[in-house]
């Protein structure tokens, strides 16, 4: 099964429930929205629409990000307190309010989304090791975007903990294969550089049709993050009506 969707909702939610089945919401990345607006958007969407969504930075980005200046958070005084999965207090309190956005979501997955500068040094893989060690999951799955990581590095973590190996199946494939496969579109590259301005080509789509062909996952999802994100999705869907993957 193919599941198509967007990161974040490009249209007005009642068009969007309309029209997909699923969402990842990434403004859970910059700051934990509160329960009440939780509980609207899973009001609003059909009881058979899936939400996914990107966890809060404080789990996964430095301080000196510059995404923090969109929090609403006195982050200043986090400094080295949280974010690259480091097992402090702080970064375990953020975890906990995941999963209570999880259980008001009814969530299956979890993303998340690691910066460039999360280099697989020694000191980040032991504090991954010890994170995914300690946390909760309560049968939620997680899917993980490791980026620079060496691909020995990737696929010891994601056995070791069943983790989802993210990756943009358009330009790439995972080292790790698991039953449920995550895959979120970006747009074109340039060396490390992301061009969300990309519109993907018929090509493109014939790519990801042949990889998902060859993968095999149980359950594919497949997340558009470039500016195009709309307009891609819709294609796909359609791609999808004539040539569907089972």
């Known amino acids: 099964m193919v599941k198509v969707g967007t990161c974040g909702f490009p249209i007005s939610r009642k068009k969007y429930f309309s029209e997909f089945?699923?969402?990842e919401l990434n403004n859970t990345f910059y700051n934990i929205p509160d329960g009440g607006w939780l509980k609207k958007i899973r009001k609003e969407a059909p009881r058979d629409f899936e939400f996914t969504f990107k966890a809060f930075q404080g789990i996964t980005h430095d301080t000196n990000s510059?995404?923090?200046?969109?929090?609403?958070?006195?982050y200043r005084k986090l400094k080295g307190k949280v974010g690259y999965l480091r097992p402090t207090k702080e970064v375990f309190e953020f975890w906990d309010k995941m999963m209570e956005i999880a259980?008001?979501?009814?969530?299956?997955?979890i993303v998340i989304q690691l910066p460039n500068s999360f280099r697989d040094d020694e000191e980040n893989l032991r504090n991954s090791y010890e994170f995914f060690s300690?946390?909760?999951?309560e049968g939620i799955k997680i899917a993980i975007e490791l980026r620079g990581?060496?691909?020995?590095?990737?696929?010891?973590l994601c056995r070791e903990f069943n983790l989802i190996e993210i990756v943009d199946l358009v330009v790439d494939r995972p080292i790790f294969y698991s039953e449920i496969g995550y895959y979120?579109?970006?747009?074109?590259?340039e060396g490390n550089k992301i061009i969300y301005g990309y519109k993907y080509s018929d090509e493109d789509m014939r790519v990801l049709i042949k990889k998902l062909l060859?993968?095999?996952?149980?359950?594919s999802y497949v997340m558009f993050n470039n500016s195009y994100m709309y307009e891609d999705s819709k294609r796909f869907l359609e791609i999808l009506k004539c040539q569907p993957i089972s």
């Open 21 to 23: 089945k699923v969402v």
């Open 66 to 74: 510059p995404t923090w200046k969109r929090s609403k958070i006195d």
């Open 103 to 109: 259980r008001i979501l009814e969530s299956k997955i």
């Open 134 to 137: 300690s946390i909760g999951k």
């Open 149 to 156: 990581w060496e691909k020995k590095n990737i696929e010891k």
């Open 184 to 189: 979120r579109l970006h747009g074109r590259y």
């Open 214 to 219: 060859e993968i095999k996952n149980m359950e």
